[in-house]
């Protein structure tokens, strides 16, 4: 207790001769996440300057100090942190699996714990075999190029998926796959009568030949309607062409709907699923398909570096995402719909968005107002600013991402917990309250 007190002494006095705009804290809601000095101080400069100052007095301390030691103290702010799942830190089963995870060289197939998560991931889909791969942008490189592999090769996606904009153009830059991009609908889908009529069956030698279509499942949050999935494989037999799924979210889908994972994947030929993402792993993803599919991507993934060896030490961690985690997933889904319905009650004429489209553990909005906006921020810049500074005596830092346009992102995961959801709720009544206050002046 002594040390802490020292601690606390310290930090309020940091606080009070320093000028950091926001402490990167986060009160895990199982109070069990290790502090350290990384994580209790800002990003760039001030995190430098404070490290250097923090660091002897955790050596002091006689550490490991936790997260919900501090969060008693008034000096520093409570963050709810919401800008992406990918912020799930591996539970305390997780790092014990890995711990003891039993492991071989993985390159030669001799990684029981990699074995067992790929066994798993093939059964949970229904398919053949598995792979696990570093991240989900490496998934789906390798599913692409599974599929693409003759030259000229074009994929057919929707124009808002992360393949198409968020992975560097990955599958052009290193695959040379041309991306045949389809104006993507908000629920995710996009129109069958594009594909049909973009579609390039490689007989004209001016154009590229369509040698897959890919889909993204969930999308934004959103689950892709089951009748737009099986009409695509229809049309997709109809053109003898197979389909992907990036199912980085794709548990998430599964227990939306509150149906089996393998009754969604039975209609497209591979997944890419991510473990890193709301499962809490703290890396990998796993690629599923057949047998000729999944060999074809295991060569491919040695080429691009992928290959690992006693992975087992993290697989162990995919195991426990797959198994335990996808049971917590629900959780997530009713905060997020608990947090929409909290915003929209109290701004519907500022946010923009309708609650029954929140479907898993995303809350997307618009913030679409005329309030004062300053230093050129437009209005979603504007709001995420504002949650995420303190106001007066306010000590909450709410922090969302902010996407295309004035689109904003908040996303619910294991660590925001529904007292979390709470105090976001109370930060974004202070927050309105004070901005549309400004406008009336
Ligand atoms: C839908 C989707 N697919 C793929 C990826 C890529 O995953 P990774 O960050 O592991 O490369 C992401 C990452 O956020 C994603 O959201």
């Given at each position: 207790?002594?040390?802490?007190?020292?601690?606390?002494?310290?930090?309020?006095?940091?606080?009070a001769?320093?000028?950091?705009?926001?402490?990167?804290?986060?009160?895990?809601?199982?109070?069990s996440?290790?502090?350290?000095?990384?994580?209790?101080?800002?990003?760039?400069?001030?995190?430098?300057?404070?490290?250097?100052?923090?660091?002897?007095?955790?050596?002091?301390?006689?550490?490991?100090?936790?997260?919900?030691?501090?969060?008693?103290?008034?000096?520093?702010?409570?963050?709810?942190?919401?800008?992406?799942?990918?912020?799930?830190?591996?539970?305390?089963?997780?790092?014990?699996?890995?711990?003891?995870?039993?492991?071989?060289?993985?390159?030669?197939?001799?990684?029981?714990?990699?074995?067992?998560?790929?066994?798993?991931?093939?059964?949970l889909?229904g398919?053949?075999?598995?792979?696990?791969?570093?991240?989900g942008?490496m998934?789906?490189?390798?599913?692409?190029?599974?599929?693409?592999?003759?030259?000229?090769?074009?994929?057919?996606?929707?124009?808002?998926?992360?393949?198409?904009?968020?992975?560097?153009?990955?599958?052009?830059?290193?695959?040379?796959?041309?991306?045949?991009?389809?104006?993507?609908?908000?629920?995710?889908?996009?129109?069958?009568?594009?594909?049909?009529?973009?579609?390039?069956?490689?007989?004209?030698?001016?154009?590229?030949?369509?040698?897959?279509?890919?889909?993204?499942?969930?999308?934004?949050?959103?689950?892709?309607?089951?009748?737009?999935?099986?009409?695509?494989?229809?049309?997709?037999?109809?053109?003898?062409v197979?389909?992907?799924?990036?199912?980085?979210?794709?548990?998430?889908?599964?227990?939306?709907?509150?149906?089996?994972?393998?009754?969604?994947?039975?209609?497209?030929?591979?997944?890419?699923?991510?473990?890193?993402?709301?499962?809490?792993?703290?890396v990998g993803?796993?690629?599923?398909?057949?047998?000729?599919?999944?060999?074809?991507?295991?060569?491919?993934?040695?080429?691009?570096?992928?290959?690992?060896?006693?992975?087992?030490?993290?697989a162990?961690?995919?195991?426990?995402?797959?198994?335990?985690?996808v049971?917590?997933?629900?959780?997530?889904?009713?905060?997020?719909?608990?947090?929409?319905?909290?915003?929209?009650?109290?701004?519907?004429?500022?946010?923009?968005?309708?609650?029954?489209?929140?479907?898993t553990?995303m809350?997307?909005?618009?913030?679409?107002?005329?309030?004062?906006?300053?230093?050129?921020?437009?209005?979603?810049?504007?709001?995420?600013?504002?949650?995420?500074?303190?106001?007066?005596?306010?000590?909450?830092?709410?922090?969302?991402?902010?996407?295309?346009?004035?689109?904003?992102?908040?996303?619910?995961?294991?660590?925001?917990?529904?007292?979390?959801?709470?105090?976001?709720?109370?930060?974004?009544?202070?927050?309105?309250?004070?901005?549309?206050?400004?406008?009336?002046?």
């Amino acid at each position: 207790m002594a040390s802490v007190r020292v601690f606390n002494v310290f930090i309020r006095q940091l606080n009070a001769k320093t000028n950091f705009s926001v402490f990167a804290f986060s009160v895990s809601s199982k109070h069990s996440s290790k502090c350290n000095v990384s994580n209790i101080v800002p990003e760039g400069n001030d995190r430098t300057f404070a490290s250097t100052l923090l660091r002897p007095v955790f050596a002091y301390s006689s550490l490991p100090l936790h997260a919900h030691t501090f969060a008693t103290m008034s000096s520093i702010e409570r963050v709810v942190d919401l800008r992406s799942d990918t912020l799930t830190a591996p539970t305390d089963a997780m790092r014990k699996a890995m711990a003891e995870a039993e492991v071989g060289d993985d390159v030669h197939r001799e990684d029981p714990t990699v074995n067992r998560l790929q066994s798993l991931a093939a059964e949970l889909c229904g398919k053949e075999d598995a792979l696990f791969v570093p991240t989900g942008t490496m998934g789906n490189l390798l599913c692409v190029f599974g599929h693409c592999f003759e030259r000229g090769s074009e994929v057919m996606l929707g124009n808002s998926s992360h393949l198409y904009l968020r992975e560097q153009g990955g599958v052009a830059q290193w695959g040379g796959v041309y991306m045949n991009a389809l104006p993507n609908r908000k629920d995710g889908t996009f129109s069958l009568d594009d594909v049909r009529s973009k579609f390039h069956d490689g007989k004209d030698f001016h154009e590229s030949k369509t040698s897959l279509i890919a889909i993204e499942n969930t999308m934004n949050g959103r689950i892709l309607p089951m009748d737009f999935i099986k009409e695509l494989r229809q049309l997709a037999n109809e053109l003898n062409v197979p389909i992907h799924m990036d199912g980085a979210r794709l548990l998430n889908a599964a227990v939306g709907l509150n149906v089996p994972v393998s009754s969604i994947t039975q209609y497209v030929d591979s997944v890419s699923i991510c473990l890193s993402k709301s499962l809490g792993a703290p890396v990998g993803s796993v690629i599923v398909g057949s047998k000729q599919f999944i060999a074809r991507t295991r060569r491919i993934r040695t080429a691009l570096g992928g290959a690992m060896r006693q992975s087992g030490v993290i697989a162990a961690a995919g195991i426990l995402a797959l198994t335990d985690m996808v049971k917590r997933l629900h959780i997530d889904h009713e905060n997020a719909k608990t947090f929409a319905k909290g915003i929209i009650q109290y701004s519907p004429q500022y946010i923009n968005f309708d609650v029954d489209e929140i479907e898993t553990n995303m809350v997307w909005f618009d913030v679409n107002t005329k309030l004062p906006t300053y230093e050129g921020r437009n209005p979603a810049q504007e709001f995420c600013y504002r949650m995420a500074n303190r106001y007066n005596d306010d000590d909450v830092v709410v922090k969302m991402s902010k996407f295309f346009g004035v689109s904003v992102r908040c996303v619910f995961y294991n660590g925001v917990s529904q007292a979390h959801v709470k105090l976001a709720l109370e930060k974004f009544h202070s927050v309105m309250k004070a901005w549309i206050s400004e406008s009336n002046f």
